[in-house]
């Protein structure tokens, strides 16, 4: 996770991996990777904490809508159903999985059943290597 140092806020510093930029050009990022609002951030309840106001930042100067969803820890099957149930309210463009392993995995399943593109970056002890998303499949 990132974290505040002498040499600037954690709202400056990369997200959770730094191939996914600064939490402040979230909404540039996506949009680079040809993705658009509205987005539906998932994140732990710290990653919320300490970003949310740096990713709200980021989508007021982008016009788009976003809201974030505090998970994780909870019951896999009831968790991918929140997620998409708040997606489908949201009607959201894209998911944005911010956490560990558990919760990026939620969040995958929550856009394959919304059909929706989900982009990953793994925070904290995740296995995940490098931020990376997919695409609904067509059909």
Known sequence: ????????????????????GSPRRLAETLREAG???PVLIVAGDDAVSL??????ESFAAAGWTHRVLAGGGGEPSREIASIAAEAESLAAAV?????????????????????????????????????????????
């Open 51 to 56: 970003l949310a106001p740096a990713w709200a």
């Open 35 to 37: 993705l658009g609002g």
């Open 95 to 139: 998911i944005v999985g911010v956490g560990s392993d558990h919760l990026l995995a939620a969040c995958r399943a929550a856009a394959a059943t919304r059909r929706l593109p989900f982009v990953a970056c793994p925070c904290g002890s995740s296995r995940e290597a490098r931020p990376w998303r997919t695409r609904p499949q067509d059909g």
């Open 1 to 20: 996770m990132a974290s505040a140092n002498s040499s600037g806020s954690a709202a400056d510093s990369p997200a959770c991996n730094p191939d996914i």
